[in-house]
């Protein structure tokens, strides 16, 4: 009767519901991204003079903005926007968070200490303070605006990886590769890091939630994605100034935003149920 | 008190290296706060006199040396590029708006929060805590500012009941306060839930129970009063964070207080103004943490010990 | 005249989980007189605490309790949620494992021992002074001073003593005490249960005693019920017990006893493991850890038999020696 881990993995996660509800909401979002070109009707950047501020019906969906350009091709093709936002800013948060915390773990002492220190520093100006300050020296635009994002949220990641690598440090089979004689290194990335994959799996999927939030709203208060580009959080900054002739213009692309969020944070819920059941919470 | 006096030069060090960071990173931007003032297609030479007069020329501890000076001395936080005023000047009248937002904010969002975590954990399992708990999942996923694009819509569009924007009678902070409400408000009931949850499985409530206190009692007494430990020093730790939250409502919303001035600032690329707005906001955390801690000495007669210092 | 103040009949305690029910007891029927000095034997995990909470309707939401507990004729299990309230601490005190995390540790814990007293409608400032009297009860060193300390600033055994006076304020005529001195040490032990023994000499107090440790049931009991996985599978008086031990399970934690200064070689153990209650399958519970099973163990319940008015147990063989 033994069965594989992978293979008790997706019999488990057929019966999570949050996992399978994320895993769908998710999926719809990709199929939007690759398939944009065959599923907008329209380019994101096409304005039609004629159509200005239409207000949804049959040719467009959602309805036009200021320049004629249908929201929906917009939202649609949005979702890249995103999906990058995700894929650059949770790589960058893991690496860091992987590296740094392995090695504050790993090897303790001053490294650790300094650290430390930084985490506190970071800690005494608010994410959003910081990530403005950051985004206004490096220059703004999306990838810089992921950057920033990145560099404010990385520290509880290694917090969490360093807490980790602490604790299986003194652990019986890492002794073991030290009799070996195994180099550091390799007891770093080949006997503690596949230890904590799973953990490092819901970290991001719950990392991803609040970067993909936080990034928007950098391209909201105008120091992220810059125009044409259809960033949702763009869009709805756009659509407050026509906010009494034209309300869809702030609302679908907010509805998008909050739907692939929403996506996100499911998909984590179902992940941390079916990988790390200690960290399970009550909430 | 030593514990105190401990934290408090910790955090004039901290306080320090921030604004040390933020000045050097602010420093690594080339010359835009001399072309800011110069003017588009201003002549070298004209650039050059602007740095020798505002003594940008200078090397980068030089002239963090002056700035610390200056803000801690003379209270002079240099003069604002883009408006030529002192910074000071401009910054003063902001910070009460948003103080006053903040607390405002800080205690109706507890206030709703904090009862209904409680009720969560009491009623768990119950269709009342699903609802909750579904709720408060979704509202976590909503951005602040798209919760201030929709209640604009509600309330302000389509009924007019409140002012769009501005800051002059109390209807004007009707909206502003609540989109800040509700977008800490699941945090803060889950954060509330997870405790009493923690503290509804701690044995001394079974004690309470066994020794004959009704549930309300148990509820109140001791279930309530040990959470709050935790809530309170949260109360404080999220003061600064409320602020950077309203950075966002307060440019939505034209609101004139710090966030508002924040965003203009950086965009205007206008430095001292956002070093000075940082600066301040950093001591602000570090203050709160500071009454975060003795408020956990207050309530929690464990930490009380070290923190007054009597044994050890 | 009737003397027995607590009556347990045929009380099966399940857990509802995912995916079922979670047998934890399991046709427990056993009394306590008035007065006496019951303990409750068996190892950690074999549902001798859960049918201690239950008695208190402690239990978590998720638990189902089947059978009749009844206290002074009157089912507790019937009674209504205030009812129940009523009955904790004024008729049935309970004291807990750990005296470490059973005080609240923000409170002084002369505080939480004046809440229970003020239950019963007396002042603050009478009930202060009933708390130095109930420390000076339960041998509290420095009693005036310690009604102002916190949990922290005390020793285990002055937690525990504390948690007596507690339970005891209300004058019960019950008090249960769930393994009251597994966490502290030996010397403490012994002080707590010497102070045990005189409630129930000074107040007429009856203890029901729940313990892993077989020794401190022949120093203090007056009869004895043994559990296993859930099940009672003998008791009777601490002599009848002691003298001719009939289950195999009893006689098996005899032997595990060290005796004193005769200590022969290295202390014997039960092999084996007590079954997960998940996997509780019919026959004997025990039978997978018993030397005499035979192939029927496995397939029938063993009724419960009667050896005398007071001893009885339940097995297949037990009249035969091990």
Same mark, same amino acid.
């Given at each position: 009767m033994y069965e594989s881990p992978i293979k008790e993995f997706f019999r488990s996660s057929l019966k999570n519901f949050n996992f399978m509800l994320g895993l769908i909401m998710f999926i719809s979002i990709l199929v939007l991204a690759v398939f944009a070109d065959q599923i907008a009707p329209y380019a994101y950047d096409a304005g039609n003079p004629a159509a200005k501020?239409? /207000?949804?019906?049959? /040719?467009h969906l959602f309805g036009t903005d200021e320049m004629g350009r249908d929201l929906f091709s917009r939202i649609v093709y949005g979702t890249r926007i995103t999906l990058k936002v995700a894929l650059i800013g949770g790589s960058i948060q893991l690496v860091l968070g992987v590296v740094v915390g392995l090695f504050c773990g790993y090897f303790g002492g001053v490294v650790d200490k300094a650290m430390l220190f930084l985490a506190d520093l970071t800690w005494c100006v608010p994410g959003m303070v910081m990530a403005l300050a950051v985004v206004t020296v490096i220059g703004t635009n999306l990838t810089n605006a992921i950057i920033a994002i990145a560099l404010v949220n990385w520290a509880s990641m290694a917090r969490t990886v360093r807490a980790k690598t602490m604790s299986l440090k003194n652990m019986a089979f890492i002794e073991t590769g030290v009799a070996f004689g195994e180099s550091d290194f390799s007891l770093m990335f080949r006997y503690i890091l596949p230890n904590i994959v799973p953990a490092l799996i819901v970290m991001v999927s719950m990392a991803l939630p609040s970067t993909i939030m936080s990034t928007t709203t950098l391209s909201f208060l105008g120091v992220g994605s810059q125009p044409p580009s259809p960033d949702w959080g763009l869009m709805v900054s756009d659509g407050i100034q026509y906010i009494t002739k034209a309300p869809w213009l702030a609302i679908y692309p907010g509805l998008a935003l909050v739907y692939t969020v929403l996506s996100f944070t499911i998909l984590g819920e179902g992940l941390r149920d079916l990988l790390d059941p200690r960290m399970k919470s009550q909430g | 008190m030593q514990y105190v006096v401990k934290k408090l030069l910790l955090g004039i060090v901290l306080v320090i290296c921030v604004s040390f960071l933020v000045f050097s990173m602010l420093y690594m931007m080339p010359g835009s706060p001399v072309t800011l003032m110069a003017g588009e297609g201003a002549s070298l030479e004209r650039l050059e006199e602007i740095e020798k007069e505002y003594g940008l020329d200078r090397p980068l501890l030089v002239q963090y040396a002056d700035w610390l000076y200056g803000v801690t001395v003379e209270q002079d936080f240099g003069?604002?590029?883009?408006?030529?005023?002192p910074v000071w000047d401009l910054v003063e009248e902001r910070i009460p708006v948003s103080l006053r937002l903040t607390v405002i904010t800080a205690l109706i969002q507890y206030a709703v929060a904090v009862p209904l975590g409680l009720l969560c954990a009491y009623k768990k399992d119950t269709i009342f805590d699903r609802a909750a708990m579904i709720t408060s999942m979704i509202m976590t996923s909503v951005p602040s500012f798209w919760i201030s694009v929709l209640l604009m819509i509600a309330f302000a569009v389509e009924r007019q009941w409140f002012p769009l924007s501005g800051f002059?009678?109390?209807?004007?902070?009707v909206l502003p306060i609540t989109a800040g409400v509700l977008s800490g408000l699941a945090t803060t009931m889950r954060l509330t839930k997870s405790e009493a949850l923690d503290v509804l499985r701690e044995k001394y409530i079974l004690t309470a129970y066994a020794k004959g206190l009704r549930e309300n009692a148990v509820r109140c007494k001791h279930v309530l009063r040990n959470s709050l430990i935790i809530i309170c020093v949260q109360v404080f730790q999220s003061l600064p964070w409320l602020i950077s939250g309203y950075i966002i409502i307060e440019k939505i919303f034209v609101i004139p207080g710090m966030g508002g001035l924040m965003i203009t600032s950086i965009i205007n690329q206008d430095f001292n103004v956002v070093q000075c707005l940082i600066f301040l906001i950093s001591i602000m955390t570090v203050i709160c943490n500071i009454l975060a801690d003795l408020m956990l000495g207050l309530l929690d007669p464990r930490i009380r010990i070290s923190i007054g210092g009597g044994d050890k | 005249m009737n003397d027995e103040l607590l009556r347990l009949e045929n009380v099966s305690i399940n857990y509802k989980v995912r995916g079922g029910y979670l047998s934890?007891?399991?046709?427990v029927s056993f009394h306590v007189n008035r007065g006496e000095i019951f303990a409750v034997v068996g190892e950690s995990g074999c549902g001798k605490s859960t049918v201690a909470h239950s008695i208190m309707r402690l239990l978590d939401k998720n638990a189902v309790v089947l059978g009749s507990i009844k206290y002074n004729g009157t089912n507790l299990m019937e009674l209504s949620n205030k009812q129940i309230t009523g009955v904790r601490g004024h008729d049935i005190g309970m004291i807990f494992q750990n005296p470490l995390d059973s005080l609240n540790p923000v409170y002084t814990t002369g505080a939480q021992v004046n809440e229970a007293i003020r239950l019963?409608?007396?002042?603050k400032l009478e009930g202060w002074k009933k708390v130095i009297e109930l420390y000076r009860n339960v041998k509290m060193p420095d009693a005036e001073k310690r009604v102002?300390?916190?949990?922290?600033?005390?020793s285990g055994g002055m937690r525990q003593r504390v948690m007596i006076a507690m339970m005891l304020s209300r004058n019960p005529s019950l008090l249960i005490a769930d393994e009251p001195t597994t966490a502290l040490d030996v010397t403490i032990e012994a002080q707590i249960l010497e102070i045990i023994s005189q409630l129930k000499k000074e107040f007429g107090t009856a203890v029901m005693l729940i313990t892993h440790n077989f020794g401190l049931v022949a120093e203090v009991a007056d009869r004895v019920a043994i559990m296993y996985a859930g099940e009672l599978v003998e008791q009777g008086d601490v002599f009848e017990i002691f003298r001719a031990p009939k289950h195999p399970y009893t006689r098996l934690l005899m032997k595990a006893l060290p005796r004193g200064t005769k200590q022969e070689g290295r202390l014997q153990t039960i092999d084996g493991t007590v079954p997960r209650l998940m996997e509780v399958q019919p026959g004997c519970r025990f039978a997978n850890r018993c030397p005499m099973a035979k192939k029927i163990c496995y397939e029938q319940d063993p009724a419960i038999r009667a050896l005398s008015a007071t001893h009885t147990y339940r097995c297949h063989f037990a009249e035969e020696e091990v």
């Open positions: 501020l239409t /207000e949804p019906c049959k /040719e | 003069i604002s590029f883009k408006y030529r005023l002059s009678t109390w209807k004007h902070y | 934890a007891v399991k046709d019963d409608g007396i002042s102002q300390a916190y949990p922290h600033e005390m």
